[in-house]
């Protein structure tokens, strides 16, 4: 019989800007500095898919999904600016 019991995952983040809020599933968990070192992780215990949205104002939202599992993961994510109104962004 297979165990139904619940993976724990740990995700640390890294994130440009460093102030930019974490969701988890799309409930709000703070800022990516919250969550980017040794002792500060965003802990998963359910199992199964979560989406994880990083999002800051003036900049476009980053969204990706993650399995908990044993090993502890880090997400690097650089979030890349709006356009100003009119004008461009370069690289």
Do not use: I
């Not at 102030?19 to 215990?45: H, I, K, P, Y």
């Not at 990083?54 to 994510?77: I, M, N």
């Amino acid at each position: 019989m297979a165990s139904s019991a619940a993976k724990r995952g740990d995700l640390v983040l890294r994130c440009e800007p460093s102030d930019a809020q974490v969701l988890l599933d799309g409930v709000e968990q703070g800022t990516c500095n919250d969550f980017a070192g040794v002792s500060r992780s965003l802990r998963l215990v359910d199992s199964g898919f979560h989406q994880v949205e990083v999002k800051k104002r003036g900049f476009y939202p980053y969204t990706t999904y993650y399995e908990p599992g044993k090993a502890r993961v880090t997400l690097k994510v650089k979030l890349r600016p709006l356009a100003p109104e009119g004008g461009s962004v370069s690289p």
